[in-house]
């Protein structure tokens, strides 16, 4: 859209004045570069509305006074739906990772606490107990929900830490150990369950370099953030 026109009358207010033939006083001359101003900028904005009525699929109607509006009101239409979808409202109840100690307001930590049913309706319909789960120091996985991977959860539901069962092979040989000064490992009859004996025994060695990271659970890296969840 062009800039504002600019004043270009020749009075000393910039207004226009019609001829006084009592005061002898001329009228407002309106020159061509006025006229070529006032022309460009009408249709800088004609040219801005038909944009609009454009995009809403609208062709211009020199009959109709409303074309306007309805364009207007088929952009709001859209801008609401767009806002609709996004209404922070109706994330409420997920947990999402906040990078700070303190929930900011609107917010509540999913640290076990009970809420207020009345006062946040959206999460007392998902957190049905009016308690928000304790996310801390916990990862979240995905509901099993029939796959077979995870048998026998329910959703919400808290599971301990554990390792795969696993078992660990070995090498044996039927008869005697070898020379070499090394012990079998007795185990029942032999060095193994099997009844046979090693060749040459077992070297168990501790691999120099690093450090070994021993907990009280069995864990990925991770990084701690605060889960928290929307108030509404």
Known sequence: MKPLIPVTTQSSDGAFYDENK????????VDAAYM????????????????LLGFAGINADGSSTT????????????????TQKLDIADIAGIPLPWPQASAPAGWLKCNGQAFDKTLYPRLAALYQSGVLPDLRGEFIRGWDDGRGVDMGRGLMSAQGDAIQNHGHGDMRYSGQAASGGNLPIIDGGGAFS???????????????????????????????????????
């Open 36 to 51: 070529n101003s006032m022309q460009g900028a009408v249709r800088s904005i004609q040219s801005e509305l038909l944009t």
């Open 22 to 29: 009592v005061t002898g006083e001329e009228g407002t001359i």
């Open 194 to 232: 099997g009844g046979g004996d090693l060749i040459g025994g077992i070297s168990i060695r501790a691999i120099s370099g690093g450090q070994p990271r021993v907990s009280s659970e069995t864990r990925p890296r991770n990084v701690a953030f605060n889960y928290i969840v929307r108030a509404a």
């Open 67 to 82: 074309q306007l509006m309805m364009a207007l009101d088929w952009r709001y239409a859209k801008l609401t739906g767009l």
